[in-house]
């Protein structure tokens, strides 16, 4: 089993910065495939950016150039860094892990196996 934390979340305003941790414990060795996916209410989860574990990286078009993913193994800990942000980027924003290589599936919520309790996004204009 693999638990993961968000933190980092809040309330900015729109060009507003903010980066999120997201901590990982337990059987991490297990996983290949990290990523961050937000959900705003009334729509469907969606994935942000996601990192194999070979340093292959995928974001969706919505957050090119704003955000960056990144991970420090030492510590079992990933980021994304937001910058530049957008009252649409208001979201729930989750942390998740997958045990398998996920390729040109990174951004797809199926693939993920662990999830964390995410974190608040608000972004105002």
């Known amino acids: 089993q693999v638990q993961l934390v968000e933190s980092g979340g809040g309330s900015v305003q729109s060009g507003g910065s903010l980066r999120l941790s997201c901590a990982a414990s337990?059987?991490?060795?297990?996983?290949?495939?990290m990523g961050w996916f937000r959900q705003a209410p009334g729509k469907e989860r969606e994935g942000v950016a996601a990192?194999?574990?070979?340093?292959?990286?995928s974001y969706a078009d919505s957050v090119k150039g704003r955000f960056t993913i990144s991970q420090d193994n030492a510590k079992k800990t990933l980021y994304l860094q937001m910058n530049s942000l957008k009252p649409e980027d208001t979201a729930m924003y989750y942390c998740a892990a997958s045990a398998n290589y996920c390729g040109s599936w990174r951004l797809w919520k199926d693939q993920y196996h662990y999830w964390g309790q995410g974190t608040q996004v608000t972004v105002s204009s």
């Open positions: 337990g059987y991490t060795a297990g996983t290949y495939c």
């Open positions: 990192i194999d574990r070979d340093g292959s990286l």
